[in-house]
């Protein structure tokens, strides 16, 4: 009878034993000048002017950043956004469109000072380049090298000396379309070199 209660347990007591560890106070680190570097999932919405395509997708973004001093750092970046899918004739068959794109960024950072160094609070303006693919009933059709500026921010809160858990939002400005994501993540501050 104890054996089955310990089976239960073992699977209940696993996630609380990590979330308190992330609960652990954290030291100075992540706020520090320095090289990082993260993951993250994204959450995206692409919307085509006109309504033609409008859908939300999962895809992941990997960054690196080096910050010069706690209140300015540069990041590049690296996005695939997953599959935008829609039907474009619901009432008839065919139609069916998808678009994705994925690509790099490199942004400025600015870090609001805070009394606290295990919360970051961070805007960042950028420049973008991704190369999006649209397929409508199979057939495929590529744009190179879209070009332009993206405007972000966000949240590094620390759960480690080191590490650090980032909420972000950004807005790309994008030619005939709408495109935003919200991703979360964890980054890594490896510290000066």
Known sequence: MQRRYTRRLGPMLAPALLLGAFALPANAGV???GFGAGAAVLFGNYSLDGGALDDTALGVKAWGQYRFNPHFGVEVSFLNTGDFEEDTTPAESGGNASLSARGFGIDAVGYLPLPSN??????????????????????????RGTEGFSVGAGEDLAVAEQIAIRVEGNWYDLDGADFWTVGLGLSYHFGQP
């Open 118 to 143: 295990e919360m970051q609070i961070f805007a960042k303006l950028g420049f973008y380049d991704l190369d999006q693919e649209l397929s409508v009933d199979g057939v495929t059709a590529s744009s």
């Open 31 to 33: 706020g520090d000048t």
